[in-house]
């Protein structure tokens, strides 16, 4: 445990900055957190961050860690699977799991931000500072200096600068801290944009205050080279990203006009186009975003900094696990400085962390050409069928990627190469099968007997993971 003294610079008070500085309160540290924005409890922000997020098992278990997950699904809404809408012909429907009890919860960022502000601030002793962006770090004296103001605003003359012993990065993918590490000799840093950009569109609920689409799912319009997503909200809207490249025939670059989008919408998605009737607006008054991933190494300068969350290791949206990612992060250092002292810690944490947010980043990838372009496929339709099958005829011996990604905390790297041998053992017996339940059970378990059983036995898993 620390001195009682002792005090951490936390920058960044989003999600994963304000849920850490939780967790260090509770081993005793005094944590002073900066945060370029508003009081986003006092202040409407828009930041062009997503609306709402979709939390699962790694991030509820940290949240119950420091006992905010009841709270967490009290204000979310369970998602069970896919809901897929072709541009014509009947919806199709993709469970996540093998049965029901095996969701992921659609929640508001907004809520669950502030949420976690509060919480931090109520164990006394986290005090958050705003409208403070960090401009410069300088680590042979351990001083980070501060320009006050928020952003589009005028920044003050005056610079606060303030002492550290422990600095913290937990300020995203545009990260200030890791911006002044890599500056140090030793760091490599890559940062892979995708050629897509996302725009969110808000569906707005019924007359009545009702879903206009089904509540329990997340829904997906696949398109190819682009797609539509909708994820339900408490108040019973949804939140649509549509996800486009930048340029190119269709495009972002080639509706520049309403006649353009609306013709787009009707064409490619008639049934979300009819329960967006201010599209138009919504569509050139939103923001477009950027999507990219962030690898750095190493994500500590020794006894003096590390980095968590998106400031490590940011991660395009297509697996959910941004923010899940971010939130086991705190558990994985808050079980460091369990057993280590910080130096130990840091160090310890970068270099056990990093393959496992390797694995998600490539992951999260490959998710999005499967959303993208696989989902409306027969023969894909088909694997995720006998996935399925296999999951409940073989518990405990046959695993899925996305469900050791989603419903268990296997670590990130073991769940991408499990999902490597579960896609080879599917895709054999897929071969020339017309049916799901025509699949050969007893082929199937011989190669997940030769083939996946002894890996997991290998590397330490059973049924547990």
Do not use: M, S, T, Y
């Given at each position: 445990m620390?001195?009682?003294a002792e005090r951490v610079t936390l920058v960044?008070?989003?999600?994963v900055g304000s849920l850490l500085a939780i967790f260090l309160a509770r081993r005793g540290f005094r944590v002073r957190l900066f945060e370029r924005l508003p009081d986003m409890r006092q202040t409407a922000i828009a930041a062009g961050r997503s609306i709402?997020?979709?939390?699962s098992e790694r991030g509820l278990t940290a949240l119950r860690q420091v006992g905010l997950d009841d709270e967490a699904k009290w204000h979310a809404i369970p998602m069970r699977g896919r809901v897929l809408h072709p541009v014509a012909g009947e919806l199709g429907f993709q469970a996540y799991g093998k049965d029901d009890s095996q969701c992921i919860h659609s929640i508001s960022r907004g809520w669950l931000n502030q949420m976690l502000m509060t919480a931090a601030e109520a164990t006394g002793r986290v005090e958050i500072l705003f409208e403070q962006r960090l401009v410069r770090v300088d680590?042979?004296?351990?001083?980070?200096a501060f320009e006050s103001g928020s952003p589009g605003k005028a920044a003050s003359d005056a610079q606060r600068v303030e002492p550290f012993s422990i600095l913290i990065g937990a300020d995203g993918g545009g990260s200030a801290v890791r911006g002044g590490m890599v500056k140090l000799p030793g760091y490599e840093l890559s940062e892979e944009l995708l050629e897509h950009g996302y725009k969110e569109l808000l569906l707005p609920a019924g007359p009545s205050g009702g879903?206009?689409?089904?509540?329990?799912a997340l829904h997906i319009w696949p398109r190819g080279s682009h797609m539509l997503i909708a994820l339900p909200n408490e108040d019973g809207s949804f939140t649509c990203t549509l996800f486009l490249p930048f340029r190119g025939a269709v495009s972002f670059e080639a509706l520049h006009g309403p006649a353009e989008v609306a013709a787009f919408f009707e064409r490619e998605f008639p049934d979300a186009r009819k329960l967006l009737p201010d599209l138009e607006e919504q569509f050139f008054g939103n923001p477009t975003g950027f999507m990219g991933t962030v690898k750095v190494s190493p994500w500590d300068v020794p006894g003096k900094a590390v980095l968590v969350g998106d400031a490590a290791h940011a991660i395009v949206p297509f697996f959910g696990q941004g923010m899940n990612c971010g939130f086991e992060d705190c558990l994985w250092l808050d079980r460091l400085l369990e057993r280590h002292p910080l130096a130990v810690a840091f160090e310890s944490f970068g270099r056990l962390r990093k393959v496992h947010s390797d694995a998600i980043a490539d992951m999260a990838v490959e998710n999005f050409v499967e959303m993208r372009d696989r989902t409306a496929d027969a023969h894909f339709l088909l694997e995720k069928q006998i996935e399925k099958i296999l999951l409940n005829a073989f518990p405990?011996?046959?695993l899925s990627r996305y469900t050791m990604v989603s419903f268990s905390l296997a670590p990130y790297r073991f769940a991408y190469q499990v999902g490597e041998l579960a896609s080879g053992i599917i895709a054999e017996l897929s071969r020339g099968l017309a049916k799901a339940e025509d699949v050969d059970l007893a082929k199937a378990?011989?190669?997940?007997?030769?083939?996946?059983v002894p890996f997991l036995k290998e590397n330490g898993h059973g049924s547990r993971a």
């Open positions: 620390p001195e009682p960044g008070a989003g999600l709402n997020l979709a939390i680590w042979a004296d351990q001083k980070a879903f206009q689409l089904e509540k329990h405990g011996e046959f378990g011989r190669l997940i007997r030769e083939r996946l």
